[in-house]
């Protein structure tokens, strides 16, 4: 069965960073992009970045271009969303999810089919 985890989120100070993580088990990420997303309180989901399954090509909402790079390791069956220079409006359920195998990385949360569970990220003094 697919699944997806991640890890890595927690309360830090506007300024800071954090790294998430996103582990599949149950099937190889290698021919798959992954999107995160994330979810404040009273918002809708809302596509921060993605990656194609050889990571060659990767999107990031405007919101976080310049401040958060997203990477793989296929070795290592993960995908990572380093995130710098966090503000309180990032503060969010973050949430990976897959798509493929063999379809293009894309920030439409209806494009995906298989999610995690979520991460909290809180961004606070």
């Known amino acids: 069965q697919l699944q997806l985890v991640e890890s890595g989120g927690g309360l830090v100070q506007p300024g800071g960073s954090l790294r998430l993580s996103c582990a599949a088990s149950g099937f190889t990420l290698d021919y798959y992009a992954i999107g995160w997303f994330r979810q404040a309180p009273g918002k809708e989901r809302e596509g921060v970045s993605c990656?194609?399954?050889?990571?060659?090509?990767?999107n990031y909402a405007d919101s976080v271009k310049g401040r958060f790079t997203i990477s793989r390791d296929n070795a290592k069956n993960t995908v990572y969303l380093q995130m710098n220079s966090l503000k309180p409006e990032d503060t969010a359920i973050y949430y990976c999810?897959?798509?493929?195998?063999?379809?293009?990385?894309?920030?439409?949360?209806?494009?995906?089919?298989?999610w995690g569970q979520g991460t909290q990220v809180t961004v606070s003094s």
């Open positions: 999810a897959a798509r493929g195998p063999f379809k293009l990385c894309v920030l439409g949360v209806s494009r995906y089919d298989n």
């Open positions: 990656i194609s399954s050889s990571g060659g090509t990767t």
